[in-house]
Every structure is written in C-alpha cells, then in structure tokens.
C-alpha cells in the first residue's frame, strides 16, 4: 500500500530543521509557529502574561510549545539564552529550564 506524501518544499518544520542543521539561527525563528498559540494566549491569561514576561526579558521569539504544556524561547547563543534567564520575571512556582541543543554527529553544521 502506497503512503500519502506532503510537498516538503512548503514544509515550516522541515525548513526550520535544516536551517538548524545549518546553524541558521535568523532561518529557525522566521520558522517558527505555533497555530494553537493566539487562541491558548487568549483563553489563558497566564500563557500571555508569561509570553509577555519571556518578551520583557529580552525573548524576540517567546511561543507556546504544542498544545500547552508550557513556553518557550530560542537565541542563538548560551549567553543570550542565559540574560534572558536572568532577567525573566515570573512567580516563583514556575519553573525555568536554561539548555543547548545536542551536538551530536548527527547534527551538521
């Protein structure tokens, strides 16, 4: 039985991927997205106020991951990545994770 195929020319995910492959962190933001943010953001005062909060610290790319679970930022750098930290303002029962992506030979640059 034959499997359906997408077009992967038009494929966020897949562009996303091979420009962080590439290390082409300007590619991987513009990439990003989230359908399910506006409408969660909206309905959940705390996903927008804690968007807001990544923003205020400096985030250029604060997004909802999945359908909720939690949000999260990219920057280019671990310094970058950690000033955000620094400066991010939330209640202390939210929890924070500061890490790197793999680099494994799996991942080229």
């Known amino acids: 039985r034959a499997r359906p195929t997408r077009p992967r020319a038009g494929s966020l ?4 991927l091979e420009a962080l492959q590439r290390g082409d962190f300007e590619t991987v933001e513009r990439c990003l997205c989230n359908d399910f943010h506006e409408p969660m953001a909206a309905r959940a005062p705390e996903i927008a106020r804690t968007a807001e909060a990544l923003r205020a610290a400096g985030a250029s790319n604060a997004m909802l991951a999945g359908s909720g679970s939690c949000l ?10 950690e000033a955000i930290a620094a400066r991010l303002e939330l209640p202390d029962r939210y929890l924070r994770f500061v890490t790197a992506f793999a680099k494994t030979p799996q991942w080229r640059s």
């Open 72 to 81: 999260f930022t990219l920057a280019a750098t671990r310094e970058r990545i």
């Open 13 to 16: 995910s897949l562009r996303a």
